[in-house]
Structure formats: C-alpha cells, structure tokens
C-alpha cells in the first residue's frame, strides 16, 4: 500500500490536493529513470510559447478533441496501479501519462490542467521543487486585474513524492513551479472527465 501523507499534508494547501512523501521506493524510481532514458520526448508549446520543459504523452494529449498517442508503455502500469489504490478508482481511469523533463533552470507557468482531465496525479523523480497555487481569474478578468496576483499556498514536492489535485485544488487554483535547480522528471497521470466541467473551470 502507498504511504499515507507524510508531514508535508499539514502544509497550507488548497482543498482537495493530497500529498504523500516517499510514494516510491529508491529502487523504484531508479527502474523509472532508467526506462525513462528510452523515452523520445518532444518539445512543448503552451500559449504559443516553447517550454523549457520536454515531454512524452501516452495515453492521450492535452488535444481538447482527444487525440490518442501511444499506449501507456508497460513500465508505468506499476505505478498507475499504485496511484488508483491511493486515489481509490480503477487504475485504467487514468487513461493519461505524462512524462515531463525538467532541465535546471526549466520552470512550468501558471496554468490550471485541460478542462477535459478531472484528476491529476503526479510523482516527483530525481529532485525536488516547490508547487505554488493563486486562485483561478478568467483570462479576461485577468487582464483587467490590478497589481501582479501572488501565490496564495505553496508546498515542496520532494524527489519521491506524489500528490493528487482533485476538487478546489484543481478546479478553482492554478499552479506553477518555479525553475528548477536540477534535472527533475514528473509522471503524471490524468483521468478523463464523464461529463462537463462545472462552470469555475470554464475560461
């Protein structure tokens, strides 16, 4: 059984995201990076501008049609199963994997997850980083908004670590993470919306 949070849960975080330390063992993370060498990643346009950060999506694509990409490889099935026993739905609920490639200096902007995803999920290799949160403004109201909007909770994810986004956390925040200092790898998984999204994630 994945741990149960460790002390990092009592940090000031939104409603509905869960944080567990030490999800995966040293060995199993060893096993992910050395799978992970294989992977053929691509680059990543967010807004029309390039991200620092690489990527490689199995599963499906942030394409708001629902575009398929390549299977789930079978070294993440482990994994997946591992995060749908802690987030107690089936493993296959998660029909997404995401590996992102974090060089130093590669940061990921504020942002809340594609409308067509509910839960996010996701584990921490190699290194650490902070994840901070800001509540959700419509791009328009956003514009408009006085003043820079600051960081309202923030958590450190470290190198080990999985955390799940579900319910104000993912709906009503958006998040980001600074530059990184180290090379850092994230799987994460999503799951697939059954129905709309409520109005609050509508931009």
């Avoid at 049609?65 to 026993?85: D, I």
């Avoid at 995401?98 to 067509?116: C, F, K, T, V």
Wanted: positive net charge; aromatic residues 10%.
């Amino acid at each position: 059984m994945p741990p149960a949070p460790g002390s990092l849960f009592a940090v000031d975080v939104p409603d509905g995201f869960r944080y567990a330390d030490a999800f995966i063992t040293a060995e199993e993370e060893a096993s992910l990076v050395e799978r992970i060498a294989g992977v053929t990643f691509s680059t990543f346009e967010m807004r029309g501008v390039v991200a620092r950060r690489r990527v490689a999506f199995f599963g499906r694509s942030y394409d708001a049609g629902g575009a398929g990409t390549a299977e789930l490889p079978s070294f993440l099935l482990p994994l997946r199963h591992k995060v749908a026993v802690w987030a107690e739905v089936a493993a296959d609920a998660f029909a997404m994997a995401l590996i992102n490639e974090y060089s130093p200096a590669a940061p990921i902007g504020w942002h809340r997850d594609a409308p067509q995803y509910d839960i996010v999920a996701g584990i921490s290799l190699l290194s650490s980083c902070r994840m901070k949160f800001r509540p959700y403004v419509r791009p328009a109201a956003a514009a408009s908004a006085q003043g820079r909007r600051s960081a309202t909770h923030e958590i450190a994810l470290e190198r080990r670590s999985a955390y799940l986004m579900t319910g104000a956390s993912r709906e009503a925040y958006e998040h980001h993470i600074p530059a990184v200092t180290a090379l850092r790898y994230s799987i994460t998984f999503r799951t697939v919306r059954s129905t709309a999204p409520p109005t609050v994630s509508r931009g």
